[in-house]
C-alpha cells in the first residue's frame, strides 16, 4: 500500500486546510487510517483515525472539536479538515494505514506512512 499526502501549507491562526491522503495498491485489505503530526523537536504524535469499514472516528483530545476525519471509499482517500488552527498545530503531518489497528496511538502500530506534509500556523 502507498499513501500520498497532500494539502499542507501556510495559514494563520484560526484557520482552515484540509489535508488529502490517497491511498494505492492493495487498498482492500486496510482496516484503519489516520494521521499522525510530529512538531519540531518533538515526538511524532496521534491526531486522529478512522476505521474503514464503519468509519468510525478516533481524535487526539488535543484535536477534537476542531479537526473532522473523513474518507471517500471511490477514491480510497482520508482526508483531515483542520479548524481553528493553532500555532501549536504547526507540524509535519503523516498519512498511516494498517490491515489489522484502527485506534491504535502508538506509532509502532502502523504499517504504512505516508510521505508528510508541512503545516504551518502563524501570522
Known amino acids: 500500500v502507498q499513501l500520498q499526502a497532500f494539502g499542507g501549507g501556510l495559514v494563520q491562526p484560526g484557520g482552515c486546510l484540509r489535508l488529502?491522503?490517497?491511498?494505492?495498491?492493495?487498498?482492500?485489505?486496510?482496516?484503519?487510517m489516520g494521521w499522525f503530526r510530529q512538531a519540531p523537536g518533538k515526538e511524532r504524535e496521534f491526531v486522529a483515525t478512522i476505521r474503514w469499514p464503519d468509519s468510525n472516528t478516533y481524535y487526539a483530545v488535543s484535536v477534537k472539536g476542531r479537526f473532522t476525519i473523513s474518507r471517500d471509499n471511490a477514491k480510497n482517500t482520508v482526508y483531515l479538515q483542520m479548524s481553528s488552527l493553532k500555532p501549536e498545530d504547526t507540524a509535519v503531518y503523516y498519512c498511516v494505514a494498517d490491515r489489522s489497528t484502527s485506534q491504535a496511538v502508538g506509532v509502532e502500530a502502523w504499517e504504512y506512512w505516508g510521505q508528510g506534509t508541512l503545516v504551518t500556523v502563524s501570522s
Open positions: 488529502s491522503c490517497a491511498a494505492s495498491g492493495r487498498t482492500f485489505s486496510l482496516y484503519g
